[in-house]
């Protein structure tokens, strides 16, 4: 046996069990043999006489103390395997010398338990278990030779048998190689399996898009976390069909399996999102299927992050460029309306001066959008803070009274940052207040308790036209504007602020007007996690 073999053997105790018990059985044999005698076994010479009951005993014995010993005390593979094969060459030597020798057959007894021992036996030990079967029936013979109780062409017969014990042996071992090879080697690819299994479920479970696993016939099999909560899913005690779970999903899936409909399709999931699937075919012997669910809101949020990541360096850059040469040029036209020259100077000199205004606002704005200013969230009383906000602004615009409401349904506490609050409501206010018609309750901030998630909610609502449909998912895009003077970034830093205090900033769908809430937290004051793809901006 190699060295390797050697280092990696290990005792095989279910076999060697199974060979005591072989050995058990042999013996029943032995006994029936002896107490019910027949022509066959008259011509063995197995005539019932005291010691053969002795032998066949002790042999019974010996098979049962074998099969015990391998069963309970699992020690000393070696000695255990040596014991029962010496045992076995006395007893079949024994009913080989009273059977007649070797032309009774019984060899054939030593020739099984020679090959049993060595498929489980290790190294040299079964070429010992060999020869000494070899010495033990060459003895009996010669002995029955010299006791003229057998004929001397016999011991040819004898030398056979022998060489026949060298060559099961030698041969059973070989085999006993192979199988301990293939054995080791089926063990190894199969803990290399597991392992493969538990890594891919792990990143299955892990993995940001939803996986599902269908049979041919559309039955769910197995799903990942994220693919649960994109459709909804209980988890999954019993198969169900996907037609079940999504119709339009189940609908798709069997397009595609007849090569009518597409790889991708897009479909709304629970809550109202938005998701697209990608069918994949296997190899498996069960013809299954792959399904991929990508959150198609999730995916252009990355990628408008990642645009605004860019636009933020680059405008950024361009805004401290373009401040300096900015105030030289207010500075030449404060000095330019020192000189009277005429009503077309002073009409140049007015628009020269409102688009100076309005290129330092959005310089500004662009500058505060690339601050990233951190919150420091605090306990504020939500109507008081309203209410003194809507005078500010009230007198700052020039506003008269009743323009600008407060209606308070719930007077609760908010958790926000006092300055992104002010300018929150700031940009809400002031864009209501420029669409509105101006007349009394024109613009109306309410102040109440969430609806479902148990928020606070400030909503800002004015009598204008509203906001068209198909403007309504660019309302928050950097530089997006319906007003010729706007900086189209209001809106957007103002939803960034609410993030930042953990709140959200929605547009609410109206008939008429537009209608902006504000869901702050009231069950916590502390920051909440940081969002990398925001810090990025």
């Not at 938005?274 to 792959?290: I, P």
Request: hydrophobic share 45%.
């Amino acid at each position: 046996m190699t060295d390797w073999l050697s280092s990696t053997w290990e005792a095989n105790w279910r076999s060697f069990q199974y060979f005591n018990l072989y050995r058990l059985v042999l013996a029943a044999l032995f006994f029936l043999a002896l107490l019910f005698p027949t022509e066959w076994t008259a011509r063995l010479n197995l005539l019932p006489s005291w010691p053969m009951f002795a032998l066949t005993a002790a042999y019974t014995a010996a098979a049962v103390g074998g099969l015990v010993l391998a069963t309970h005390w699992q020690r000393h593979f070696d000695s255990q395997l040596s014991a029962q094969v010496m045992v076995d060459i006395v007893v079949v030597c024994s009913l080989m010398l009273q059977a007649g020798g070797v032309g009774s057959g019984l060899s054939v007894l030593l020739i099984v338990s020679l090959a049993a021992a060595s498929l489980v036996g290790r190294g040299r030990l079964v070429l010992f278990y060999a020869a000494t079967a070899t010495v033990a029936v060459l003895s009996m013979q010669t002995y029955g030779i010299i006791a003229d109780r057998f004929e001397y062409s016999t011991i040819v017969q004898a030398g056979l048998i022998s060489a026949g014990f060298f060559a099961t042996a030698i041969l059973a071992r070989l085999l006993g190689q192979r199988v301990m090879v293939n054995e080791d080697l089926a063990r190894r690819r199969g803990i290399a399996l597991a392992n493969q299994i538990l890594i891919s479920l792990r990143v299955i479970e892990r993995m940001q898009d939803g996986v599902l696993i269908l049979s041919k016939d559309g039955v769910l099999n197995r799903s990942n976390p994220v693919a649960q909560g994109m459709l909804g899913l209980p988890p999954i005690d019993a198969p169900i069909t996907l037609a079940s779970v999504s119709p339009g999903l189940g609908d798709a899936l069997a397009a595609w399996q007849r090569r009518e409909g597409q790889d991708a399709h897009a479909f709304v999931g629970a809550e109202g999102r938005a998701l697209r699937a990608r069918f994949e075919g296997t190899s498996s012997s069960d013809g299954e299927v792959l399904v991929f669910l990508e959150d198609v809101g999730r995916i252009r949020e990355q990628a408008q992050q990642l645009k605004l990541a860019s636009l933020g360096r680059l405008t950024a850059s361009i805004a401290h460029e373009i401040r300096n040469p900015l105030s030289a040029i207010g500075h030449a036209g404060e000095l330019l309306r020192e000189e009277r020259r005429g009503e077309m100077q002073d009409r140049l000199l007015r628009i020269l001066n409102d688009n100076v205004i309005r290129l330092d606002r959005i310089v500004k704005d662009i500058l505060e959008l690339g601050r990233q200013s951190r919150a420091e969230p605090e306990w504020l009383a939500a109507d008081e803070f309203c209410s003194a906000f809507l005078e500010q602004f009230a007198s700052s615009e020039g506003l008269a009274e009743g323009v600008l409401r407060l209606v308070v349904h719930d007077a609760v506490p908010i958790c926000f940052d006092r300055s992104h609050l002010h300018q929150v409501l700031w940009n809400l206010v002031s864009n209501a207040l420029r669409h509105s018609s101006g007349g009394q309750g024109a613009v109306r901030v309410v102040l109440q308790n969430g609806a479902s998630d148990g928020r606070v909610e400030l909503h800002v609502i004015d009598d204008g036209p509203g906001i068209p449909e198909t403007v309504r998912e660019q309302i928050f895009e950097p530089f997006f504007t319906t007003h010729t003077k706007g900086t189209g970034l209001g809106l957007f830093i103002a939803r960034e602020l609410c993030a930042t205090n953990g709140a959200r900033l929605e547009l609410a769908p109206t008939s008429s007007g537009a209608h902006f809430i504000v869901a702050g937290r009231n069950d916590t004051c502390q920051l909440p996690e940081p969002n990398g793809a925001r810090a990025a901006n």
